[in-house]
């Protein structure tokens, strides 16, 4: 990765870290319980790879870094939600999440759920604070993130994915690529979408910027999946392979890791490409690509 | 009941479903499990009283029912999903809810905290149709409905519920309070704001409904606590009893029979009192509030 790149995603990452803690409730407010488990899960060592879209997406349209806090926050916000929950007995039934025990383990189930649904609820709430544009205001961030992780999208990927495992059918290249699309590129689109709006984005600019955030979100599902068949448990920081183990349908179970890579590999260049109208304002998100393609798959 | 206010209550009840019948997305939409699992649990047969009271506060400061529709519909998918998530075996571990199987009984644990978070998700997407007047914008009706849902209010009661349960601690009086506070009166007293927020309430206004929204609140919750102690299951639809066989504090227990009628009764009139300045446009509240009381504690 270029150094350049590395840098401003460290930086990105802790402008975000420090958002975050602004707006979540401190851990002496009561109950301290489930203010400290939703802080447990969001400072697990998360990439902030959502909410540093929805900063570089602002910065793309020319927008100011103050104004894209609360939707950054709150995306980072759902994705955490969603991850404690997935992680339930009841779901994935993981006990490991970047090399840490997963919400549950360390709170017990109750907790694990209430900590989740407060994220879900706080995410609103700071989005709720990100400042109008001419263009946008807060019924349409709100509508935006609402849409992208309710039951047609986010939500509806999970339930899709939790028929799935365990059923011996094999799932169809649509029903997979339908999954993807609304667990994974659902959210990081509306991401890199908030970002853009919060920036006072141009109806064109924000038509590309979705179309760059649904390649990125295909192709970094793909590589997610290519990485679990050929990593270690060790190197991921959670059970490799487990995909494979539950039966779940997987691009590479699907179409082979050759043409996976492939795959990948296409939609970053419709990626790349949809950032045209940009022009150098468009260099970070360019970057980001690239530096997510260069991923050890 | 007067024979006027029942009809008034079928009538808003009906009111209540068909609004929440179009705003939540049909079971033919996919996937078909979700909506399904979310429908199910909607129109289970509650009596509406959040949406009602948002209703008939937003009537109180003059409003237009059909501006209040939006939030009205996001209280009750905010109180459903806090039943479905409330009920799961890691929590309270009911398997009925209004004489039905609980959403994980009927569905399985994944879809049915799934199906939570998805009615979670859609309340803030439905509250953001909600039209903005000249004191309120949609921001305030966000912040207003995610604050009390929150971490802070209904979930951070649930999350002090279930740890005192099984816990051989009494409560004292100020935690009860609190619990009650947090898990029933912060709902009730929203719903009840959010419906003068939408009829454009003046702050003097808002803050009456505030005050009558907390007392109702607090009344109801006792009286909930009453009847769960001398009613049997059949004519509650849930098991009766449950809350002293899990070593869970209550009003009765705390303070007796007598004591907790008495202060149901109190708050009823304080409930009332903080009504005086609407006038005879108050009266269906004051209704209400009869009604909550004459339930046959």
Redesign the interface.
Known sequence: MAEVLKTYLKDRCKVVDKALNGFL?ETR???V???EA?RYSIFAGGKRLRPILSLAAAEACGGDTENTLAPAAAVECIHT?SLI?DD?P??DDDDLRRGQPTSHIKY????A??A???L???A??I???TP?TKRY???AY??E???A????HL??G???D??GEGSDIQLTPTQLKYIHESKTAALLTSSIRLGGMSANATPQRLEALTSYGKSLGLAFQIIDDILDVTQTSEKLGKSAGKDEATDKSTYPALFGLEKSRKEAARLTKKAHDALKLFGKQGQRLHEILDYLLDRDY
Request: proline share 6%; with cysteine.
């Open positions: 409730p407010i009561r109950p319980t489930v203010h939703m939600y929950h339930l009841c779901m017990g189930e109750g907790v759920v209430l989740g649904d407060a879900l609820t706080i609103f709430e989005l709720a604070q109008p205001d807060v019924g709100v509508s993130l609402a849409t992780s309710g039951s047609r939500i509806g999970q339930i899709l939790l028929e």
